[in-house]
């Protein structure tokens, strides 16, 4: 359930939506560092959204859709050092692939 004034708490916020390929054999591996690091980021000041999605039909394939208050709220969040360590430090040498988008809420 979506809470009624959801979309006013987040209005003028900034989204990021990135899709990350696994390297083929790493999947439990980021499940795990995922499992970790989501709470954590989930908990910072300024995440308004934080979920991340597994592709049903290419395990390999994930979709994150984060929301943040403002660049300064996103900006924090690249700074955590969750985000260095799980992310940036295990996570990301599994990878074939990141792409990341950054949109203004209307």
Do not use: C, T
Not at 61 to 87: G, M, N, P, R, T
């Amino acid at each position: 359930m979506v809470k009624q004034d959801f979309y006013s708490d987040i209005a003028g916020g900034l989204v990021v939506a990135a899709r990350w390929k696994v390297a083929p054999g790493n999947g439990d591996r980021i499940v795990a560092i995922l499992r970790e690091f989501l709470p954590q980021a989930q908990a910072e000041p300024g995440v308004k959204v934080f979920q991340i999605a597994r592709d049903k039909a290419d395990p390999d394939q994930y979709l994150f859709w984060e929301v943040f208050a403002d660049e300064a709220a996103f900006q924090a969040h690249s700074d955590s050092a969750h985000f260095k360590d799980l992310i940036l430090g295990k996570a990301l040498p599994l990878l074939a692939d990141r792409q990341r988008s950054q949109y203004s809420l209307i």
